[in-house]
Nanobody, 122 residues
Framework: QVQLVESGGGLVQAGGSLRVSCAAS????????VGWYRQPPGEQRELVAFITTGGATIYADSVKGRFTISWDNVKLMVWLQMNSLKPEDTAVYYC????????????????WGQGTQVTVSS
């Protein structure tokens, strides 16, 4: 099965920077798009950043200009560079990928990582 594993989370002071990473492995024929989501305690999971194979990106208004998503379709890794962090950015960050698992099956499947905690102190 497909696995997504996040890493790089931690504790950082407001105004600081952090980069979280996600590595994909398993039965992957191709990846159509990848994204980073976050979920503060007791709140809904929300999209942070999204990127397609064509390079098109979308960012949540709250992180635009501060966060940057990037990925390597060969290494099957995706990163989220977070700068000028704010306490409001505190959340569990999840990697998501929409991908095909076989050549014969054209359907896109969505997979999630286990999440990595990012805590921003005031």
């Amino acid at each position: 099965q497909v696995q997504l594993v996040e890493s790089g989370g931690g504790l950082v002071q407001a105004g600081g920077s952090l980069r979280v990473s996600c590595a994909a492995s398993g039965s992957i024929f191709s990846i159509n798009a990848v994204g980073w989501y976050r979920q503060p305690p007791g709140e809904q999971r929300e999209l942070v950043a999204f990127i397609t194979t064509g390079g098109a990106t979308i960012y949540a208004d709250s992180v635009k200009g501060r966060f940057t998503i990037s990925w390597d379709n060969v290494k099957l890794m995706v990163w989220l560079q977070m700068n000028s962090l704010k306490p409001e950015d505190t959340a569990v960050y999840y990697c998501n990928a929409d991908l095909r698992i076989t050549r014969a099956d054209p359907k896109l499947y969505s997979y999630w990582g286990q999440g990595t905690q990012v805590t921003v102190s005031s």
